[in-house]
């Protein structure tokens, strides 16, 4: 647990890591991702709780003896050093012999492709260069773990998916063991073996990128991740984990029990279904058939969004951009009963709506 | 956060850095003061409890004529006749060392702040001809000429000055001035102090987002109601930290009061016995008394003043917009009074400085304006043994200082800006910026009541031991002259972002070896202007080195040297005297050009 005055930065964080994983914390900004990195990287002790590698306790252990190699957010290459110098840094501090201080430098510098550019000083380099050195200077090292604190944030968008791709691979080389911060769901679906999503201090779900998206344990996970639309209602009947939820008028959706958390006949309940799962035609499993009005079409490109009413709730939903909609038309669209996941009311749940 | 969970951050070379500013401040500045200072205190105590008289308590100080009177001993102004000339003395008051203290220090805080105030708003907001001549001049007074711009003030306006000689010979009116007393001693400190407010306005002025008065002017507001409705407001704080440092510098001045003969005035009266006391041995709780009283109103004003800045540092840099300066032409009356006004007033303040050279290289100066040109006064001065013997001293006791200086204010910067016990950080924040305000006259009798008794009698910390006062004066400059190096460094601090640091530490630096690799480099320029200026501010330190610094003839720094030669009665004393302060000038000016040209740092300035 760590606390800032009254405000609870990172709390009830469990986390394990396994040797050579790749592993996300993510969450939206003030959620203690960083708080909880920094408290690995020893940047920060926390108030209660512990911090072990391996069976060794390091909760208290002074940054410099932890053995962790972080890249940092703005990159804080040292302008007064040349990219050499930054980078044989660590190296210099454990006090390896010149020769071989040159030769894995130069060789880190190869895998991360800014060789010939070692004499250069940070300050004549390209923030995706910039980048690149301070994944050197922290690979270079061999640490025990590599903490990357939203190493990508800096950059535009085509050399954020590029970036994410070399970072991925050169992790999968050298096996190492990762733990990434970000608040870009893709970003973190896209380079993780693991990802822990967090919000106010707390981890939500800890489980793979697939698990975390489409099995959502959590109403906050549930729309987090990727685009999502609400429908709330009453459950009417519950037949082990399926579940059929009145969302008011005539219309009745089935769904799946997503939450452990129990839920009876008569309580209030939430619909999570994502917006592309909708179809215009019936789908060969288990369907909900639900019947509403056009109020909005958006033409988009790859797909077309429509806003429809559904028993006086709004609905998103994303069709084949080749099918017409008029607006103010009656519309019947389908959804699978697997897609629909069914939570209980919460206070978070309107929050998040 | 509690105490504990943040005492997990300290490390060896955290503790140390505390601990080494910590016990450097307690032993030469904070127990000095309070040592000094209990003696009258107890003698009050005594007094107020049991009502009996064991020594000069601080009730004493209300009864005696000469601290406190109800009447003036002199006319402000009289008028009389002289050679067929119509005679005007400006005289001034005396109303007793206490009243004369703060009516000096309140004349001359009035004086520089209209005056640094409006050349700041002409600077800050006009573009004209002359600007560049007149920053110059606004400089001038700023230049160090120790004890001798008073001299120098003192002759141009006497009787037979350049100023009645102008009136009375080039001009042809029979009258005659004379500037002499309490009048004298502000004039003095009028013209050598002003620059401060200035430098401070100035820069507030210049945070001001143009956008403020440009709203204030789209809503109607134009010439003196802007000025006095968003300009002059948004401008307070500069306003307030540079007279609050004008009305210290003006009680803790000895050259006005010295060069006039104006003795009743708290700094002479506690510098005059200490002398007397070296004799003696001890100084008595008399000195303690008056230092009190000294300490307490630079202390109650530097701090009150510095609050009430801290609660006006109004958050002036808005987002977004242009920064556009909002500088235009003067029209004809702003031309007038600038050129006819201002301009002629800012000669004026830098005429002393101007005087102390002209003097260095003239001849004679026993008529109106000094005469013919020589070098011979350098010549002399580079001969004479007391001279290089000070000169040498200077030297070496601000080298000394100022390597102590760099550690000092590195460490405290370093702990105050980057520990994270909060109540810490601000206690070693204040204790390490009250040098400033804490009047050199007070340390210096702090440390002969406490230097020359038990347990210190006798050691080398004992100025009246066989060693002499020097390694004293040498801690005096370390202490009093900390802050300038302290503020440029912890400035530099708040540029150099952490993550620097914790990239070094994370990749298993430690952290004396991240202070060496990362931020020193980083920070160089600031240190090394901050121990330049620190060097130079203690070469031309006054109150210590006049006092302590004096007992011991052969360790007498060069300053003190300079006020033997002005008031030894020694011939072309004076002039001599100037052409020290001529290579103190020189020395001053190189530092500023480095810093400025070399190391781009804008010159720090005095402040709170």
């Known amino acids: 647990m760590k606390r800032f005055g009254n405000v609870y930065a990172a709390k009830d964080v469990e986390l394990d890591i396994a040797k050579g994983e790749f592993f996300t914390l993510l969450g939206p900004s003030g959620c203690g991702k960083t708080t909880t990195l920094r408290i690995i990287a020893g940047f920060e002790y926390p108030d209660s709780g512990q911090v072990f590698f391996d069976e060794e306790d390091v909760t208290y252990t002074k940054p410099y003896e932890r053995g962790t190699a972080m890249v940092f957010q703005n990159y804080a290459l040292w302008p007064h050093m040349s990219v050499f110098d930054n980078v044989a840094y660590g190296l210099k501090v454990r006090k390896l012999p010149k020769e071989e201080i040159r030769r894995r430098v130069l060789e880190v510098l190869d895998l991360v492709g800014l060789r010939g550019l070692e004499d250069r000083y940070p300050l004549q380099l390209s923030g995706g260069q910039q980048q690149r050195v301070a994944l050197a200077r922290a690979l270079v090292v061999e640490p025990k773990v590599l903490l990357l604190d939203e190493p990508l944030s800096n950059l535009d968008a085509k050399l954020r998916i590029r970036m994410r791709e070399e970072i991925k691979k050169i992790q999968r080389t050298l096996n190492i063991t990762t733990i990434y911060v970000t608040h870009d769901q893709e970003e973190a679906m896209s380079i993780s073996d693991r990802v822990a999503v967090m919000n106010q201090g707390r981890i939500l779900q800890v489980g793979t990128p697939q698990d975390i998206y489409f099995r959502p344990k959590n109403i906050f996970v549930a729309t987090f991740i990727g685009k999502s639309t609400l429908l709330q209602g009453k459950v009417v009947k519950k037949d082990a984990d399926r579940v059929v939820v009145d969302v008011g008028g005539e219309a009745r959706i089935a769904g799946k029990l997503a939450s452990d958390s129990g839920i009876k006949e008569g309580d209030d309940a939430v619909l999570v279904i994502k917006p592309e799962d909708f179809t215009v035609d019936p789908p060969g499993e288990p369907y909900n058939a639900i019947e509403g009005v056009v109020e909005f079409s958006m033409f988009l490109g790859s797909f077309t969004q429509l806003r429809m009413s559904v028993a006086n709730q709004n609905l998103k939903v994303f069709i084949d951009p080749k099918k017409e909609v008029k607006p103010g038309s009656k519309f019947v669209i389908y959804v699978k009963i697997d897609d629909v996941l069914v939570f209980p009311r919460s206070e978070e749940v309107l929050e998040v709506a | ?608």
């Open chain 2, 1 to 608: 956060m509690d105490i504990r969970g943040s005492l997990r951050y300290l490390d060896n070379v955290l503790i140390l850095m505390i601990v080494f500013s910590l016990a450097l401040f307690s032993l030469f500045l904070i127990l000095p003061l309070a040592d000094m200072i209990s003696l009258p205190l107890a003698f009050t105590l005594e007094r107020l409890v049991s009502g009996t008289k064991t020594g000069y308590s601080l009730i004493e100080l209300f009864s005696d004529p000469r601290l406190f009177r109800t009447y003036s001993t002199t006319e402000p102004v009289k008028i009389s006749q002289l050679s067929g000339s119509t005679l005007v003395n400006f005289i001034g008051w005396n109303f007793g060392v206490i009243p004369n203290t703060l009516i000096i220090a309140s004349l001359v805080t009035l004086n520089t702040t209209v005056l640094g105030l409006v050349v700041a708003f002409i600077m800050a907001r006009y573009d004209f001809r002359g600007k560049m001549l007149m920053r110059v001049l606004a400089y001038m007074p700023l230049l160090m000429t120790p004890f001798v711009n008073a001299f120098v003030i003192k002759k141009l306006f006497s009787f037979d000055g350049l100023f009645s000689y102008i009136i009375n010979s080039v001009i042809g009116l029979p009258l005659k001035i004379n500037v002499d007393g309490m009048f004298g001693v502000v004039l003095t400190q009028s013209m050598a102090f002003w620059p401060i407010v200035y430098l401070n306005v100035y820069s507030s002025m210049m945070l001001i987002d143009p956008s403020l008065e440009e709203q204030a002017e789209n809503l109607g507001a134009r010439g003196f109601k802007l000025f006095r409705s968003v300009t002059l407001p948004l401008s307070l704080p500069g306003l307030a930290a540079g007279a609050a440092v004008v009305f210290i510098f003006s009680m803790e001045d000895l050259g006005g009061p010295i060069a006039y003969g104006f003795y009743d005035v708290l700094s002479y009266s506690i510098y005059s016995n200490i002398k007397a006391a070296q004799n003696i041995g001890e100084v008595g709780a008399y000195v303690g008394a008056l230092s009190i009283v000294l300490l307490a109103l630079a202390l109650a004003i530097f701090f009150g003043i510095k609050r009430y800045v801290s609660l006006r540092q109004y958050a002036m840099l808005s987002r977004g917009g242009r920064w556009i300066p909002r500088v235009r032409k003067p029209k004809l009356v702003g031309s007038l009074i600038i050129y006819l006004v201002v301009l002629p007033v800012m000669v004026f303040t830098a005429m002393p400085q101007i005087g102390v050279f002209i003097t260095a290289f003239s001849v004679r100066w026993s008529r109106a304006y000094p005469e013919g040109f020589t070098l011979d006064h350098f010549a002399s001065i580079l001969k004479n043994p007391d001279v290089i013997t000070g000169l040498s001293n200077s030297l070496k006791y601000a080298a000394i200082a100022t390597t102590i200086i760099t550690v000092l204010s590195l460490s405290s910067a370093y702990v105050a800006a980057r520990s994270r016990l909060q109540t810490l950080n601000e206690v070693l924040d204040m204790i390490s910026t009250s040098p400033l305000a804490i009047p050199g006259l007070a340390i210096a009798s702090g440390y002969i009541v406490m230097f020359t008794s038990w347990p210190f009698k006798d050691t080398f910390l004992d100025p009246l031991s066989i060693y002499g006062p020097w390694l004293l004066v040498v801690l005096a400059y370390t202490v009093r002259r900390s802050p300038f190096a302290t503020r440029v460094i912890y400035a530099g601090l708040q540029q150099v972002h952490v993550a620097y640091e914790e990239a070094a530490m994370n990749l298993g630096a430690s952290r004396l070896r991240t202070l060496a690799t990362v931020v020193i480099p980083l920070l160089g320029l600031n240190i090394l202007s901050g121990a330049l200026l620190a060097f130079v501010y203690s070469i031309a330190e006054t109150s210590v080195s006049v006092t302590v610094g004096a007992i011991v003839a052969g360790q007498k720094p060069l300053t003190a040297v300079m006020l033997d030669f002005l008031t030894g009665g020694r011939l072309a004393g004076l002039q001599l005297a100037a052409a020290m302060a001529v290579l103190i000038v020189v020395t001053q000016l190189l530092i500023i050009f480095v810093t400025n040209v070399f190391l781009k740092q804008r010159y720090a300035f005095i402040g709170v």
